[in-house]
């Protein structure tokens, strides 16, 4: 059991606006403050998508700010005009997130260390956390908990998934059989890099359906790459694949992974979903280090990353800056159908 701290505060503010996936990062520090500080009020600066899956979260109260609106930091001033925070945990290192913690009032303002704040996020705070070497973006996260004095961490995410929202996901997937979620797509560019090519995806399900009689389920969000990939798939793989591509919210889609046996997904944020719900999960990496952005808790990543820098950047991992991005439009197909295929049979044996 941990310490309690002296003199804890009375409010912290923790500001992280996206992406899906660091956000399920960014509940886990959540969970960890509300464990050691079970009297402090927490807020979290959030965006709209964002706070999509994260409603409902308990003892939390979300401050959205939507940055699909032009008057969004005329908004969020007025929101915030009479508030004040004992502490401002900056989690995100952008010019977006700098002028948002502008807004913010706190004396102390905590934000990453000297080599993680990108975009000069070190001008808006005064206080840093402490350098890591190569850490994962979990544990620079958890690297604020360790600023307050937090060094237990809680690897709990609890996700708020509404009772409606299960039902939705039992609907689909009524059947006794192993249940396969693909999410195909790592985001709505076309030339992301990230994504593995459409036809592996489908011997992928043709595996899986006559292997071990799955049910397979696509999911993504509404961009015309995602619905080719899933119309790809859905036309030449197995009889009954359930496309729900721009179909579902994000608590929904949060239901299905719960419920699924197995998720298949490229660097994204259904990755980090199925983690924060426990889901085994095959993620994709080629492009870009899992040791930085992978699922954590997972023992099926396929891990391609240091062959596609050395492919097609000719230098080894520990030759680049940790986080470098293979923007190669053939990484991806470094992974193999039968790597995949042999990590879904392990999980679904």
Known sequence: ?????????????????????????????????????????????????????????????LLVYDKQDRHAQKVFATLLRDRQFDVLLNLHASWRANRVSRRIYAPRKIGFDRARARDAQW?????????????????????????LGIMQRRYDWSLPIAAEDYVFAERVAATNAPTVVISPCSSERRNNFRNWPAERFVALAEHATQRHGATIIITGGV????????????????????????????????ALIDRASVLIAPDSGPVHIATAVGTPVVGLYATSNPGRTGPVLSEHTINAYPEALQQFMGREVSEVRWGQRVRHRDAMSLITTDQVCDAVDAILA
Not at 9 to 32: E, K, M, N, Y
Not at 123 to 147: C, K, M, S, T, Y
Request: charged share 15%.
């Open 1 to 61: 059991m941990s310490t309690p701290l002296v003199n804890p505060p009375r409010s912290i503010c923790l500001l992280r606006l996206s992406a899906i996936g660091d956000c399920c990062h960014a509940l886990a520090l959540v969970r960890t403050l509300q464990h050691a500080l079970p009297d402090t009020q927490l807020s979290w600066v959030i965006g709209r998508t964002e706070a999509g899956l994260m409603q409902g979260l308990d003892g939390v109260e």
């Open 123 to 147: 001008l808006f705070n005064n206080e840093r956390i402490a350098p890591q070497h190569n850490p994962h973006v979990l544990d620079g996260f958890f690297g604020f908990a360790e600023r």
């Open 223 to 254: 961009s015309a790459v995602e619905h080719e990939y899933a119309q790809i798939i859905s036309d030449n793989g197995p009889a009954g694949i359930h496309n729900l591509v721009g179909k579902t919210t994000l608590k929904q889609l949060a």
